[in-house]
């Protein structure tokens, strides 16, 4: 089936730094790749869309200088929440949509706690 | 109102028993629909999907869909405590590249 891989599962980080999440395609090429995130106990929400070679489409609300979003490969999109703040702290998840592959295949997920 | 409406729960059942979960969705354009289910500080995980109206069959797991009511069921037969999870209900009005619409998420927990 196909894999999504995503990286780190968790990280701490201070307050105002940056932190890179990565979402990797292992077995197909992700024309399209979809970040969220999910706070406890609650469905998830979209943030974006980023397409290969493109710039990502934001969700309303959500801020595009603060979660830089590159998907320089059919196999790889980045998150980059920028300057973090206690409030930023959540649960991320990525996925990606193959050509060939039905319906959204999910990563592991990312949970960034910012202190 | 929001596009998909899923009862958040949460659902406890004892084990072997018959689960329903459900789902219904105010946008007609939707064609695509699917089960996920999430453990824990985990990611969702696709359990089955289905296209436009009709039963699907995959194990212990059917999902129906009726689209003249807007409603889709998923049904969990011989219920195990390892299908105690979160599970999505998830919506698409196209094949491939479309963004998906979610439900809120159902908490199941089955009691051994």
């Known amino acids: 089936g196909a894999v999504v891989s995503q990286h780190p599962s968790w990280v701490i980080c201070k307050s105002g730094t940056s932190v890179k999440i990565e979402c990797r395609s292992l077995?197909?090429?992700?024309?399209?790749m979809f970040w969220y995130r999910q706070f406890p106990k609650q469905s998830l929400m979209l943030m974006a869309t980023?397409?290969?070679?493109?710039?990502?489409?934001?969700e309303q609300g959500v801020e595009k200088d603060k979660f830089l979003i590159n998907h320089a490969s059919l196999t790889l999109s980045t998150l980059t929440v920028t300057s973090a703040h206690p409030e930023d702290s959540s649960f991320y998840i990525c996925?990606?949509?193959?050509?060939?592959?039905?319906?959204?295949?999910f990563g592991q997920g990312t949970r960034l706690t910012v202190v | 109102q929001k596009e998909v409406e899923q009862d958040p729960g949460p659902l406890s059942v004892p084990e072997g028993a018959i689960v329903s979960l459900n789902c219904t969705y105010s946008n007609s354009a939707f064609q695509y629909f699917m089960w996920y289910r999430q453990y824990s500080r985990k990611g969702p995980e696709l359990l089955m999907y289905?296209?436009?109206?009709g039963n699907k069959e995959d194990g212990r797991f059917t999902a129906q869909v009726d689209k003249s009511s807007k409603y889709i069921s998923l049904f969990i037969r011989d219920s195990q405590p390892s299908d105690s999870a979160t599970y999505l209900c998830a919506m698409s009005t196209n094949f491939g590249n479309e963004k998906l619409t979610f439900g809120t998420g159902t908490r199941l927990t089955i009691i051994p």
């Open positions: 289905t296209y436009s109206s």
């Open positions: 980023s397409n290969e070679g493109s710039k990502a489409t934001y």
């Open positions: 077995d197909f090429q992700a024309t399209t």
């Open positions: 996925s990606a949509n193959g050509q060939a592959a039905f319906g959204a295949f």
